[in-house]
Structure formats: C-alpha cells, structure tokens
C-alpha cells in the first residue's frame, strides 16, 4: 500500500525532495492558484501553518481551472510571497486531474483511494495522518478557518503526540 512518504516530489524551485520527510507530521496537500477567487484562503493556509507546530501545509499550484494559475513557477513564488507571505513549502504546477494527473493525486483521489473523484477546482484539501495515510477529503470552499477542518487537524495533531 501507498503512502505518502513514498513520493518523490519536485518543489516550486525546481528541487526534487522525498515526502518521507514529513513522516511522523499531519500534511495538509490543498491544490491552489493564484487568480481563484478562492485565493484569499492562502492567508488561513499561513496561518494554520504558523499557528498548529508539527502541521505541513503543501501547496500545489494547478493551472486546470480556468487557467487560474497560469504563471511560471518564479512568477507563483513571488506571488505567494509578497502577497501573503507563504513559507509553507510549495509544489512546482502540477496536473491533478486528467490524463496528465500527477501520480500524487492519482494516489489521493483516483482509483482505489477513499477520497476518489476527480478534484472541484482550486483550494481542495486533502489531510494526511502522520504515518501517511489518507485521512480526509475538504471541498474547495471549506475555508482553512472552518471547524470541520480544524478539528480534524487537531487529532492528527494529536496523534502525532502519542
């Protein structure tokens, strides 16, 4: 069985990095983009991360819907950067559904995972427990601020403490 510290990831940067880093962490994987009217939850995003220690937030831009994202990924960099102050690590553009769907995703919502279907558009959140297992699904308009969301970050926090 996959999990996710079984990738091999390429960074907005260009780097290649292995998520088995994460092993022992909760990863919050949310696809984003820059253009979305969505977008302003990159700040809830910061601030889940700065506020719950031991919490990854992963950011992946997609430019599949509505072409929302259609920067290089400099030009997404500085973005996240100066318009939101984003630290979190970042993802180079990456494909999350279609023929062309980043083995990632593949993982998280294709065939065989209990999240299966294909992504609604930007800002889907997907929360991974800290042994790296799919733990939920969060549909694009669930808001980093939402209770649903920040309780079920809260146990995998937890978990990670045992």
Not at 46 to 68: K, R, S, W
Request: glycine share 10%.
């Amino acid at each position: 069985m996959t999990i996710l510290h079984n990738f091999i990831l390429r960074t907005l940067d260009g780097r290649d990095i292995s998520a088995a880093q994460w092993a022992g962490y909760p990863v919050l994987i949310v696809n984003v983009a820059s253009e979305c009217g969505l977008t302003p939850q990159y700040q809830g995003l910061q601030t889940l991360y700065d506020t719950h220690p031991g919490l990854i937030v992963l950011g992946v831009p997609c430019n599949q819907f509505g072409g929302q994202e259609p920067g290089s990924e400099a030009q997404i960099q500085q973005f996240c950067t100066q318009e939101y102050g984003i630290s979190f690590p970042m993802l180079a553009k990456t494909e999350v559904n279609g023929s062309n769907r980043h083995p990632l995703y593949e993982w998280l919502a294709g065939e065989g995972s209990p999240f299966a279907g294909d992504i609604e558009w930007n800002f889907a959140k997907f929360l991974i427990d800290v042994q790296g297992h799919r733990r939920a699904r969060f549909h694009p308009q669930i808001t980093p601020e939402d209770p649903s969301l920040r309780q079920a970050i809260a146990q995998a926090l937890s978990e990670q403490a045992s």
